[in-house]
């Protein structure tokens, strides 16, 4: 059985509409509101380790007081990871944070929070 041109043509319209993509439909136009432009945040740190020693300074140039902390990964499986105690790094100025393992140091980071107003 032999399919009409007209039903063809009606067929394949169909299916190019229906693979049009969501984004390529009309939507209707919404104005969004841009959020407020955040205040710039995070001391800058920078760590070195000499042997098992791990020393990191971290300088806040920002107004808002920045909660630092030290975290030291131990290369051996026996040796004891650990997180430091969370020091403040007021605006323009440098803390310094320490810690160790007993035998060598796999990783070190530093984590920020922003202290409460």
Known sequence: M??????????VAVALVLS??????PHARVKVRQPAASEPFGAACRSKVIG???TAFCHNPY???DS???????????DVDSDGAAVDAGP??????????WKEVRSVWVS??????
Not at 2 to 11: E, K
Not at 68 to 78: A, F, M, N, P, Y
């Open 52 to 54: 098992s020693y791990v």
């Open 68 to 78: 630092v902390r030290l975290h030291i990964e131990c290369d051996r499986w026996w």
């Open 63 to 65: 107004p808002r007081t």
């Open 92 to 101: 323009a100025q440098t803390v310094r944070l320490t810690g160790r393992c």
């Open 20 to 25: 049009l993509s969501y984004e390529a439909m």
């Open 112 to 117: 920020h929070r922003k202290r409460a107003l």
């Open 2 to 11: 032999r399919i009409s041109r007209s039903l063809a043509s009606v067929t």
